[in-house]
Structures are given as C-alpha cells and as structure tokens.
C-alpha cells in the first residue's frame, strides 16, 4: 500500500508539474507573476504535498522561484540570459553533429525516425502559419525525440531543458510581433532530410540558421 500511494503521489506531482510548465510556456503564468502553494492546490482539487513538490521540481528546472513566506513566482529571463541559452545549445549541439550525431541517428529504428518527421512537419507548419501556441509543443517535441537519437541522455535532458527556457523568455515577447512568420524558424524538415542522407554539415547549417534568428530576434526585442 504504501508503494501505491508513493507512485500515485508521484504522478500527481509530474502532472502538475507538466500542466503549470505549460501554464508559463503559453504565457498565462508570466514572469514575476507570484502563486503560493495553497493557492495552486486549490486550482486543481489536491492536496498541497504533491504541488509543493512539483513547484520545487520546476524551481529546480529554472523556470520558477522561491521567497520566503511568500511562494513561488515565474522566473524573469533577460535578453543576456537568452543569449547565453542559444549559445551554450549552439555549442553543444555543433559538438554533437561534429562527434557522430548523424551516423547515431541514422541507425536509429525506422519508427523512431518516422515519429521524429511526423514531429518536424507539424512544427514546420506551424512555424510558416506563426502558429506559436502549436509550435512550441511539437518544436519541443521534435527536438527532444532528435536529442534522444543523436546524442546521450544526459545531453539530451540538459538541451531540453535549455530549450524550454528559451521559449519561457520568448512567449511573452513574440506575442507583439506583428509577423510571427518571420521570426519562427521553419526548418524541421529539411534537418531531418539532411540527417537521414547523413550530411551533417547541411545538418550543422540549418541548426546554426535556427540560432542566428533567434539571437537577430533578441537582439531586435531588447
């Protein structure tokens, strides 16, 4: 009984944890906007113990804070801060394609691939259509399934991680952008094209295009 109650208090915790996360990234919980535990365990009709512990994996995640005696508040990211994301995942993503990230890939099973394409071809729409409530779920899909084929997992959950934080700063931004089309970076498709003919500098192109707009963006937003 007691490994029961553990697991459902468990999976009470991931899915609050999953329904605040998308809270921020839709950008209904903004930056600095201020919450207490007492006030989250209401919205949803549970106790406190899982939703403190959910708020406390998100803090650790870096997209909310602690105060003292007065809860939690979504983290501010500045324009600094977003360009120190694109560049540590630029980095890091230049050092996966150039160690082997499109030969692993490419060994990957064929459903594996085809869930990865699926993933790229909605975000890419999306992305042309500056469709961004739809962009952002399969964006951090597609790349997280990409992470999971072409690189390890520790890798792989820290990118994720970096990426989610880079569309927290960037929501409430792109919401005034008068033309998300020109903002959004489009090229999902052709990434997985070029990773399954196995050309990894076209791969390394088309990742460093989406990291150039988005820093042109930041740049233009500050």
């Not at 409430?172 to 489009?186: A, I, K, M, V």
């Amino acid at each position: 009984m007691p490994a029961n109650g553990a697991v459902t208090r468990n999976t009470l915790r991931q899915q609050i944890a999953d329904a605040l996360r998308d809270e921020v990234l839709a950008g209904r919980l903004r930056p600095g906007q201020e919450f207490t535990v007492k006030q989250i365990a209401e919205q949803y009709g549970v106790s406190t113990t899982p939703v403190r512990e959910a708020l406390v994996d998100l803090a650790g995640q870096g997209l909310l804070d602690s105060s003292q005696h007065r809860g939690f508040h979504v983290h501010r990211f500045s324009v600094e801060d977003f360009r120190g994301m694109v560049e540590a995942r630029s980095l890091i993503v230049d050092a996966v394609f150039r160690e082997g990230g499109v030969p692993r890939a490419q060994s990957a099973t064929g459903a594996a691939l085809v869930s990865v394409r699926r993933r790229a071809e909605e975000a890419a729409r999306a992305a042309r259509c500056g469709e961004l409530n739809v962009l952002i779920g399969y964006d951090l899909r597609f790349w997280r399934e990409l992470g999971a084929l072409v690189t390890n997992r520790y890798i792989a959950d820290f990118l994720d991680r970096l990426r989610v934080q880079c569309w927290v700063f960037a929501v409430p931004r792109l919401r005034g952008e008068p033309d998300l089309g020109n903002c959004l970076w489009s090229g999902h498709e052709q990434l997985v094209d070029a990773i399954t003919r196995g050309d990894a500098s076209a791969a390394r192109s088309l990742i460093s295009a989406d990291d150039d707009l988005a820093l042109r963006w930041a740049d233009r937003s500050e």
